[in-house]
């Protein structure tokens, strides 16, 4: 009954800081969120910014960037820190996002 209740939880993404005993669930990063971090990260680089400096630019805490670009952890960027990230780097918004879809 628990793996049917955590599954019905996942399916309706509810799963964040679900605990129960040692058992936990956490919502995993996609492929999209994978390819719009990595493009952050090469543009971030490419300008030469840290962490740091690249959150004070966009409003952002250097922890919460890092988190974005690590793999592991479940942060990621949505659609307004996209806008703000393309309107930092003075580039289209496109250049976040894959040219075709992600399987």
């Not at 936990?24 to 910014?49: F, H, P, Q, S």
């Not at 974005?68 to 996002?97: G, P, V």
């Amino acid at each position: 009954i628990l793996y049917a209740n955590v599954l019905f939880l996942s399916l309706l993404g509810l799963t964040k800081g679900f605990k129960m005993g040692l058992f936990c669930v956490k919502k995993m990063k996609t492929k999209l969120d994978l390819y719009i971090a990595d493009r952050v990260k090469e543009k971030r680089i490419a300008k030469g910014l840290s962490l740091e400096a690249f959150g004070y630019a966009v409003n952002l805490s250097q922890s919460f960037v890092a988190h974005c670009e690590n793999f592991r952890l479940d942060k990621k960027y949505n659609i307004n820190h996209i806008h703000t990230f393309a309107r930092f780097f003075e580039c289209s918004l496109y250049d976040f996002i894959p040219p075709y879809p992600i399987e």
